[in-house]
């Protein structure tokens, strides 16, 4: 009687238990996840399922073999997004070279394979040539050297990590100085007093946001003093009424009272990139040669490999943070320096904008990118039947991104996309949904692709997905 008149607590009975929806999947199911899991979700889904039995009810009664199937549904469901919450290859139609949330540099070819190789056992400090130990990241050392003009090198986890590895080496429990105008966050958290704070050096601050002059260094220098810092403001600009010294004035004022100079330069830009636009990011070897004793900068912005902080400059400074146990702690591991010396090596061979996905992409003129595009419309057009997609191609603006080059803003051709029966939002969730994903960008209500950070071995997959979007519907 009670069943009738009680769809609720009917449907209650026949919730199946945790142990009915486990025997009701196949092995191969239960074995995507492993058994430990699979039964943690199937906890998780008979509890959600029965709580909300319990508030709302439900209008009528159902089956056994529907509650069944509904859980059997949820869990496949909890599956999916757990495998789509890992990591995974997804393809950057967004435009921004150096994407954060997508990894930042994608590596090139060689870099893969190297990746690949060293993921087995690997020499990586093991001497081929002696049969005994060798020196971690040897050769990686050598290319910086030799790419930078600098007397010694060292690699390690990022450069925060870098940064936190100078300051606490050369002036820990003394004082640094630092201009206001470079107190900057980068992003992800890194912000330079922080930084400062953290090494246990006692940040000194002088001049002002826009101007800095030497005599405000001068007027700063104590007993104290351990140690001068530049950084490098990477992700945006002063502009109009500023002034700061040249690193060369640094420099002479450094050595002058004694104390090193250490710059933080961010990107890693290892030869002059100002005929691809890109302005006011500092050359390595110009900082060296001008006489910093140590300068730090990322492995994955514009250099273009794996996350790294590297760190260049004189032999003996670069030795003491070698020798300092944080560095044990910082310390790069193999699959990374199997990157950066693959990396490095095309940077040392002259074929940097050839080989490295994030140079050739920044190299990478419109008229190319417009080719691209008008080739992309035209095999669309030929597949497709019906106007249910149009493609239109727009003139636009890409992006360094990675807090490099705020002023950077390579012209180029967007496809911006079209659906009879969808929204902007559909569409772009139906090409993240699609494999790989496509990750596209949403401006004035229309999808627009940037196939300048679009590898071209993927333009067919970015294909297939838009015909897809024809059959959505
Ligand atoms: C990006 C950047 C950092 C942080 O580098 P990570 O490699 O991301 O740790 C530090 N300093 C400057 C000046 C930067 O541009």
Request: proline share 5%; glycine share 24%; hydrophobic share 30%.
């Given at each position: 009687m009670t069943n009738q008149s009680n769809p609720d607590s009917s449907n209650l009975r026949a919730l199946p238990s945790v142990d009915q929806l486990l025997k009701s999947l196949s092995a191969e199911q239960t074995a995507t996840v492993g058994a430990a899991r699979s039964a943690s979700f199937a906890r998780q889904i008979i509890d959600d399922m029965r709580k909300e039995l319990q508030a709302n009810g439900s209008p009528q009664s159902m089956t056994r073999d529907q509650l069944l199937s509904e859980a059997q549904s949820r869990w496949l469901k909890v599956c999916e997004s757990d495998r789509r919450s890992g990591l995974q290859r997804v393809i950057n139609?967004?435009?921004?070279?150096?994407?954060t949330n997508l990894g930042r540099a994608p590596l090139s070819e060689a870099a893969r394979r190297a990746v690949v190789e060293a993921a087995e056992y690997c020499t990586l400090e093991y001497d081929l040539n002696t049969g005994s130990r060798g020196k971690r990241g040897a050769r990686v050392e050598d290319l910086l050297k030799q790419l930078t003009g600098a007397e010694d090198a060292l690699v390690v986890n990022n450069c925060a990590s870098a940064a936190l590895l100078v300051l606490t080496a050369l002036a820990h429990n003394g004082e640094t100085i630092v201009s206001r105008g470079e107190l900057v966050e980068i992003g992800g958290d890194f912000r330079v007093p922080d930084v400062l704070a953290n090494s246990g050096t006692t940040m000194v601050e002088v001049g002002t946001t826009n101007r800095t002059r030497l005599d405000d260094y001068r007027r700063a220098l104590t007993n104290a003093t351990r140690l001068v810092m530049r950084i490098h403001p990477s992700n945006y600009r002063i502009i109009g009424f500023t002034a700061a010294p040249t690193i060369d004035e640094l420099v002479s004022f450094a050595h002058e009272a004694g104390l090193p100079l250490y710059e933080d330069?961010?990107?890693?830009?290892?030869?002059?990139?100002?005929?691809?636009?890109?302005?006011?990011?500092?050359v390595i070897r110009e900082s060296i040669s001008a006489g910093a004793d140590v300068v730090s900068f990322s492995g994955d912005k514009l250099l273009g490999s794996a996350q790294a902080g590297l760190l260049v400059g004189s032999r003996e400074i670069i030795e003491k943070l070698r020798r300092h146990s944080l560095y044990r702690a910082l310390r790069a591991d193999k699959l990374c320096l199997a990157a950066l010396e693959a990396t490095l090596d095309a940077h040392a061979r002259g074929a940097a904008t050839a080989e490295i996905p994030a140079l050739r992409m920044l190299a990478t003129p419109a008229d190319e990118i417009r080719s691209r595009a008008e080739q992309m419309a035209r095999k669309l057009q030929s597949t497709i039947?019906?106007?249910v997609l149009s493609l239109e191609l727009l003139n636009g603006e890409s992006a360094v991104g990675?807090?490099?080059?705020?002023?950077t803003h390579p012209a180029t051709v967007l496809i911006s996309l079209k659906h009879q029966q969808m929204s902007a939002a559909q569409i772009e969730n139906q090409l993240r949904q699609s494999s790989p994903p496509i990750i596209a960008r949403i401006a004035a209500d229309r999808v627009l692709l940037d196939l300048?950070?679009?590898l071209p071995e993927d333009e067919n997959h970015l294909l297939q997905a838009l015909i897809e979007l024809t059959r959505a519907v």
């Open positions: 139609a967004t435009g921004v070279i150096l994407h330069a961010g990107s890693g830009v290892l030869t002059d990139l100002t005929e691809f636009g890109l302005e006011g990011e500092p039947e019906g106007e990675g807090g490099s080059g705020p002023n300048r950070t679009v």
